[in-house]
């Protein structure tokens, strides 16, 4: 039972490439978020889907796209990146029950870099 | 809209030192409160939660206590040790339009010294 899971652990892009950061969990979740996190600003959510077939967005969508690919996997995708995208990226999931008392699960988190 | 302050850190405290970091909410519902830590290098993992009003979360030696009345939930510590060193993150959960989005605090970094 590995979790929740990230690939790349650590990028370098440079300004204007392309790339998908990716997210499974083992878990049988519904729920699964992207968030982006930055000194002094906490976590943000970029985006999160409440179930397979569904994408909504959260607080900072802009320059992001998602895809929720089956029930265990939900990408990030940056088609112009940014030095402004440069930030450490989680995944989490979560049982979506009939409360609000399910903690989400996080992956170890991608590092990544705009030049 | 929900939202979750914290007391800005960095805390540092000496080994065996008692530990208190401020966590008050604001929100529509009836929400979950969880205490979750980050250490260094790695993503947030759950520390403790409470899900209604005066119960008590507690784990590793930390506990914190859902006070509806001072929309609070505080975590706190006996005596800390040097492997406690690592951010803190309180969060609410509630349902919004039939979706339980979590709010997060900005996080306190604590820092113990041997």
């Known amino acids: 039972n590995a979790g929740v899971t990230q690939t790349p652990k650590f990028q370098v892009l440079k300004t204007g490439q392309s790339m998908t950061l990716q997210c499974a969990q083992d878990m049988n979740h519904n729920s699964m978020y992207w968030y982006r996190q930055d000194p002094g600003m906490g976590l943000r959510l970029i985006y999160y889907s409440a179930s397979e077939g569904t994408t909504d967005k959260g607080e900072v969508p802009n320059g992001y796209n998602v895809s929720r690919l089956n029930k265990r996997e939900f990408s990030l995708r940056l088609e112009s990146a940014a030095p402004s995208q440069t930030s450490v990226y989680f995944c989490?999931?979560?049982?979506?029950?009939?409360?609000?008392?399910?903690?989400?699960?996080f992956g170890p988190g991608t590092r990544l870099t705009v030049l | 809209g929900d939202s979750v302050t914290q007391m800005e850190g960095p805390v540092t405290l000496s080994e065996e030192a008692c530990l208190t970091i401020n966590c008050t909410y604001t929100a529509t519902g009836y929400p979950s409160l969880f205490w979750y830590v980050q250490y260094p290098g790695e993503g947030l993992q759950l520390l403790l939660k409470a899900t209604k009003a005066d119960d008590k979360g507690s784990n590793k030696g930390f506990e914190a206590t859902y006070r509806k009345e001072t929309t609070s939930f505080h975590l706190e510590k006996g005596s800390v040790q040097v492997s406690d060193s690592a951010v803190y993150f309180c969060?609410?959960?509630?349902?919004?339009?039939?979706?339980?989005?979590?709010?997060f605090g900005r996080g306190t970094s604590l820092i113990v010294h041997p």
């Open positions: 989490a999931s979560r049982v979506t029950g009939t409360g609000s008392y399910n903690e989400q699960f």
């Open positions: 969060a609410l959960s509630d349902q919004t339009g039939g979706s339980y989005i979590p709010t």
